[in-house]
Every structure is written in structure tokens, then in C-alpha cells.
């Protein structure tokens, strides 16, 4: 059963192969996706600082009746933060805020703040002086990895250039009809693990008859599908969703696309993401 197996990160530890998303689920509503998705099996719980839901997914955390132990937790440092002082900050207020004595994995959310995002500066300075308080977090325990999100290749060679701990994974914006191979295979070729959010195209890939098509021949959804997809390429997988039945069917892919048919998947194009397009990270600026 897919909920139960774990790539390893760099340091060793282990992190489940599926995730729950909770991007724009509210923060008085987030708790319950969360104890939803734990009795179904989900033992990795995915937010942000951006989302403004930390405090309910920690509730959740906490609330949920598993131990501590067995849970993954991931958050990301606000794209805004590009200094040493306001992450040391942001990672404490983090753990505040979530209730939580350590924090799984915590990772930049973007290597430039949104307004700027796509920009020809790169902030590598700040990247750098974030990074270095996210190294510190690491070391006095209060995260047991560190990692990055929409970084691209020369994002990633600051960080291994100049830091002192190697960034352990790359969260990046993957899915049938737009998968970024080159910077998976530079990511995967640094040793990182690359985890793929939106994998079901926040939703607009349903309407593809094509995909649709495949997925009617192997007797699943459209959804199913791409997450199985993203399972096979070797990229943890990231769908987000408060219904309770979408979660269990996102997890229920123990199913394999064969060669033939990852070839013709890999050779989609699908990057309409409809009112999404206005979020910078849909916008295809890189």
C-alpha cells in the first residue's frame, strides 16, 4: 500500500511517498482534513507559512490519535524571507504556531519572493542567509530536514556551492503535461529527492480526453493516474484535498502504467491551469 512506503532523505530520514496537500484549506477546517486523512493511513501532512493553516494542521497533528513519531510534518519558510534574523524567526514562530516540538522537514518556499518570482534576481544572498538559519534549525533539532521549493538548477548550486548543509529535496511543480526532467534529473543527480506538488494539475487535467482515455483502460480515475505517474518517475507525490473520499482514492494506486504508456504520458502537454494561472507558480515563469 503506497501510504505506507518512504524514500529515504539524504540524512536518512525516511519520508512517505504520498502526502496530503492542505494549500487553501482553511485554518478552521484544516484540523479535521488532517485527522481524516491520518485514519485513512496518510502519515505525511504538507502546509506552509503562506497558508495561514499551521496552527489547525498542528491541532490536527496533535488531535489525530497516532504518535507523534509516525507522523512526517513539512512547512516552508515564507518566499518573502531573505535574511538570516527574520528565518530564525519564522522557523520558532513555525514551531509556535504548529504546537510542535520538531518540525519534519521545513523548506524555502521559493527562491525569490512572489511578487518577484521569475525575475532575473535570484536572491542568492538572502537564499544563503535564510538557508544558514534553517542550518542551525537542523542542528538543534528543531527540524529534522531542510530543503527548497521551486528552486531551479543555478537556485540549487548557490545553496551546494555555499552552504554547509547539501539542500536534501527540491518541491517543484510536476504532472502529467508539464514535468520538468531536466531539473529532476539535475535535482535527482545531486543526490536530492524532488517532490512533485499539484501532480493532478490543480484539477484542470480532467478535462483531457486523452488522459482520460489511458485512464478508463486501466480501470482508475484521471486523478489516479497522474499520481501513479508522478510514483513512477521517483518523485514523492503531493495532491491536496479536504474531501475525506478524494484522499482515499488518491491513495488507492497500487497499479502500473506500463513502459509504452509513461512514454506517451511523458510526451503530454496540459498546462492549462484556468483561474490557478493567476499564482505565480502557474503563470510559467520559472
Known amino acids: 500500500m503506497i501510504l505506507q512506503e518512504t524514500q529515504t532523505l539524504p540524512n536518512g530520514v525516511a519520508i512517505p511517498k504520498l502526502a496530503l496537500g492542505t494549500w487553501m484549506i482553511d485554518d478552521d477546517k484544516v484540523a479535521e482534513a488532517v485527522k481524516a486523512a491520518v485514519r485513512i493511513g496518510y502519515r505525511h501532512i504538507d502546509t506552509a507559512q503562506a497558508y495561514g493553516n499551521e496552527r489547525g494542521v498542528g491541532e490536527g497533528i496533535r488531535d489525530c490519535g497516532v504518535p507523534r ?4 510534518v513539512q512547512t516552508k519558510l515564507d518566499a518573502g524571507i531573505k535574511d538570516y534574523d527574520g528565518a530564525v524567526a519564522a522557523i520558532d514562530s513555525s514551531l509556535k504556531t504548529l504546537g510542535l516540538d520538531y518540525i519534519d522537514l521545513m523548506v524555502i518556499h521559493s527562491p525569490t519572493p512572489w511578487d518577484r518570482f521569475g525575475g532575473d534576481d535570484r536572491f542568492f544572498e538572502g537564499n544563503l542567509a535564510a538557508w544558514k538559519a534553517m542550518e542551525e534549525a537542523l542542528e538543534a533539532g528543531k527540524l529534522r530536514a ?4 521551486n528552486f531551479q538548477a543555478a537556485d540549487l548550486d548557490n545553496l551546494f556551492e555555499n552552504g554547509r548543509v547539501k539542500p536534501m529535496i527540491n518541491q517543484v511543480l510536476a504532472h502529467v503535461g508539464n514535468t520538468p526532467f531536466d531539473l529532476i534529473d539535475y535535482a535527482t543527480e545531486k543526490g536530492m529527492l524532488v517532490e512533485a506538488y499539484s501532480p493532478i494539475a490543480h484539477g484542470k487535467i480532467l478535462d483531457n480526453a486523452e488522459i482520460g482515455e489511458m485512464a478508463d483502460r486501466y480501470g482508475v480515475s484521471i486523478p ?3 499520481i501513479r505517474y508522478i510514483l513512477q518517475l ?3 507525490a503531493l495532491p ?3 474531501n475525506p473520499e478524494h484522499m482515499k482514492t488518491n491513495a488507492d494506486v497500487d497499479f502500473e502504467i506500463s513502459a509504452e504508456d509513461m512514454a506517451a504520458l511523458k510526451s503530454v502537454t496540459a498546462k492549462d491551469y484556468g483561474d490557478a494561472s493567476v499564482f505565480p507558480v ?3 515563469a520559472a
Not at 513519531?69 to 512526517?72: D, K, Q, T
Not at 531542510?146 to 521549493?149: A, D, L, M, T, Y
Open 224 to 226: 489516479q493516474l497522474c
Open 240 to 242: 491536496k484535498t479536504a
Open 69 to 72: 513519531g509516525e507522523l512526517f
Open 234 to 236: 521517483g518523485l514523492l
Open 282 to 284: 502557474y503563470s510559467g
Open 146 to 149: 531542510i530543503g527548497v521549493s
